[in-house]
């Protein structure tokens, strides 16, 4: 379990190391205004023109009490592409392997397209987009969701909202589940933000009382995030407690669903690493 644990503390740091040789050695300022590909970990932003790059996304998380036979009662690993496709379009494309206590390992594999539709031509200001995509999850069910995404950025505020409806199809879940989620970073100093994130998941939970993933759950926690001038890299990092804040009569059994978010009260953390291509 302890080398699961270090094991992405040690890429992190090495890519840390590397962005650090990376600023010693460039003679030429690169642009630094440049969007960053993804400041949240909950919350997905499309990209605009001033982020027409494609970039590389390496993040991992650890939770405990996470009683789910889905790994995450200890590490999960992913790695996602993110670019502009032009006219509007961002796409993504997400990998990932989740390392259960008991030893079992599973996978995920994620696409999806999105469009902004208010906004969305320059770097600064507000903008809304919809999009589609499609997960394999690490159960092994596959669900098709739909995402409606807003974002306002500004020199010194980033603000991002998600509102995600999904379609799994599986016998033993929910007709449709609601997932939200809200980032908001302030500029602390230099090229620091800081911030909160807050996820609510299988928000239905509030109105059925036999929904059938165990009742909605809530995440809020500290969100910090770093982008060092000159270089193509940007980190994040979040983590804060989950909460029950309804319980259904259903209970989580052997086959319970995959959320970005653990099924019993107990707390989350997780970190990004992002490279953006020239």
């Not at 950025?153 to 609601?178: C, H, Q, S, Y």
Request: hydrophobic share 40%; charged share 15%.
């Amino acid at each position: 379990m302890i080398k699961k644990i270090y094991l992405p503390l040690f890429f992190l740091m090495l890519i840390i190391e590397c962005c650090q040789a990376q600023q010693l050695m460039q003679t030429t300022p690169q642009n630094s205004t440049l969007e960053q590909p993804q400041p949240f970990l909950f919350t997905i932003n499309t990209l605009n023109p001033s982020g027409r790059n494609w970039s590389v996304n390496y993040s991992g998380g650890y939770g405990e009490h996470t009683v789910t036979p889905l790994g995450f009662d200890g590490v999960d690993q992913n790695i996602s592409a993110k670019g502009y496709l032009g006219s509007k379009f961002t796409f993504l494309a997400t990998l990932g392997t989740g390392f259960s206590n008991n030893g079992s390992v599973h996978t995920l594999e994620q696409a999806e397209l999105l469009r902004d539709f208010i906004g969305g031509n320059q770097p600064m200001g507000f903008r809304i987009g919809a999009g589609l995509g499609f997960r394999h999850e690490f159960n092994n069910d596959n669900v098709a969701f739909s995402r409606i995404t807003a974002a306002y950025d500004v020199t010194r505020w980033k603000i991002g909202a998600n509102v995600r409806l999904e379609k799994a199809f599986a016998t033993n879940r929910d007709g449709l589940d609601i997932v939200t989620s809200v980032g908001v970073h302030r500029h602390i100093a230099g090229r620091f933000f800081g911030g909160f994130e807050a996820v609510g998941q299988d928000l239905e939970g509030f109105w059925e009382t036999e929904e059938a993933e165990g009742g909605a759950r809530l995440m809020v926690g500290p969100s910090i995030n770093y982008a060092p001038a000159n270089s193509r890299f940007a980190f994040t990092l979040c983590g804060g407690p989950i909460i029950y804040a309804t319980r259904s009569a259903n209970t989580q059994g052997q086959f319970a669903a995959y959320r970005e978010l653990p099924t019993n009260n107990g707390f989350t953390l997780k970190f990004n690493v992002g490279f953006r291509f020239m």
